[in-house]
């Protein structure tokens, strides 16, 4: 897992990341392709920002696929080369998690039930009047999902 949150990083360890890299640290591609031998089989870029976008692409292995979730620069124009997926390489757009709810939310709910998916070490409740509060936690690391109630 690759992220600049030392919290998510550990946190990310403890539910069962075999290896992390700080965002922030020289040559992130890579360590990644140290670590896996010649590049990562898949990649998923969440940030938004152009640098990570190109990393989550350059650090594939030949056949590797790169799924984006969060568009670099909110939709913004980039200067990105497209060689790096001539060479072999796919970026996947997801959207709304790319698959069948009615699939999907079961098998999630029966992988937490067996303790393998703790998805409530994840997100944290917060009410609306405390928005603040949950973006500045997401931001230190606190929580991974902040959710906002509306009561």
Known sequence: MVDVNPERLQLALQLGATHIVN???????????????????????????????TGAIDCLAIGGACGLIAPPNNGAPIQWSPLNIVLGRSLLGVLEGSSNPDVFIPYL?????AGQFPFDRLVKYYPFECVNDAIRDSKEGKVVKPILRMT
């Open 109 to 113: 709910i029966d992988l937490y039930r």
């Open 23 to 53: 965002g922030k640290a020289d040559d992130v591609v890579a360590q990644i392709q140290a670590l896996t031998g010649g590049g990562a089989r898949y990649s998923v870029e969440t940030a938004g920002h152009a640098s990570t976008f």
